[in-house]
């Protein structure tokens, strides 16, 4: 697992997940992770909210038309209020679940049941509670990439599949919207999936550099625009004011990012991302104080 260690990196990609919420219509309903104390302290100040453990499932689709609408990225993305933690565990799309009884990559639910069918498959397959859901087209990662001016990244083998738009040869270079979106749709190095997930997280930290530029602070209005087009969730506004005022701590504490450890195998003529079901448990957990304690040392010390 890692630790990004980059708060301005945190507060963009908070930013652009608060930005999510301003889609949301109904501003009465009730939060899954209600404050437990009151609104104000005895002193008359107005006390921070606490929030038990929720979880929000982050999907990825293609928005191209005549591709399979099933979903390309899938994150699940944990709080825990007690300990002021978050986490984001990525599941490879070519996951071996069960979807309504039936073997099957996990990818697949969303194309027969959309939404609420992968967040069943996910829930039971994790054993987990999801209360929350964000689903991003990725015609959205085309237009933020645009508007910030490109990114640079070093790509790092020839990465070339004519069908599917992707055409970029090796090395450091700055790259467009289209130009990103292939680099973190190619899937033929080594690891396949495991390797895809490791670019979509770098395109989403450079990105978020880039939102944090002076120049680009002024295009919040057009990456808001950009977002509402793309984007569905429900989230509600009062939630996302909820999260805001929570993320502080979260921030301080980092964010932990982790891949669904498991490896390659042929089922039937088919390849799928086997799991390792036996550290579930271990790869679900939340880090605790001692770990946290422990992990702001290190970087205070380094």
């Known amino acids: 697992m890692t630790m990004f260690k980059n708060k301005k990196i945190l507060i963009a990609v908070f930013l652009v997940a608060l930005l ?55 994150i699940l993305a944990s709080l825990d209020g007690e300990t002021k933690t978050a986490q984001l565990l990525s599941v490879p799309r070519d996951t071996r679940v069960k979807i309504k009884g039936a073997w ?22 994790l054993g987990v509670k999801i209360d929350r859901y964000a689903v991003i087209n990725f015609k959205s990662l085309i237009e933020l990439v645009d508007l910030v001016g490109g990114i640079e990244v070093d790509v790092p083998v020839r990465m070339y599949v004519p069908d599917e738009g992707i055409d970029l040869k090796p090395g450091k270079q ?15 190095t080594k690891n396949g999936d495991i390797d ?69 195998k042929k089922i039937d003529g088919l390849w799928y991302w086997e799991p390792e079901l036996a550290s579930l448990d271990k790869i679900l957990a939340m880090p605790d104080k001692t770990t946290i304690a422990a992990t702001k040392n290190k970087s205070q010390d380094s």
């Not at 700055?174 to 033929?188: C, I, N, P, T």
């Open 20 to 74: 999510l919420g301003y889609q949301a219509y109904d501003s009465y309903f009730s939060l899954p992770f209600t404050p437990k104390n009151p609104a104000t302290t005895a002193e008359g100040e107005e006390a921070k909210p606490r929030f038990e453990k929720f979880n929000v499932l982050i999907l990825g689709v293609d928005g191209r038309k005549g591709v399979n609408s099933r979903s390309d990225t899938i």
């Open 104 to 125: 099957d990559k996990v990818n697949a639910a969303y194309a027969y049941g959309g939404v609420d069918l992968t967040k069943k498959t996910v829930s039971d397959f």
């Open 174 to 188: 700055h790259l467009d919207g289209e130009q990103v979106l292939a680099y973190s749709r190619f899937r033929g």
């Open 196 to 264: 895809r997930a490791a670019r979509q997280q770098e395109v989403i930290k450079l990105l978020a550099q880039k939102m944090l530029d002076t120049g680009n602070i002024k295009k919040i209005p057009e990456l808001v625009a950009a977002l509402k087009d793309n984007v569905e969730t429900d989230f509600t506004i009062r939630e996302m004011i909820a999260l805001s005022r929570f993320a502080p701590d979260v921030l301080e504490n980092g964010i932990t990012s982790k891949v669904l450890p498991g490896r390659n």
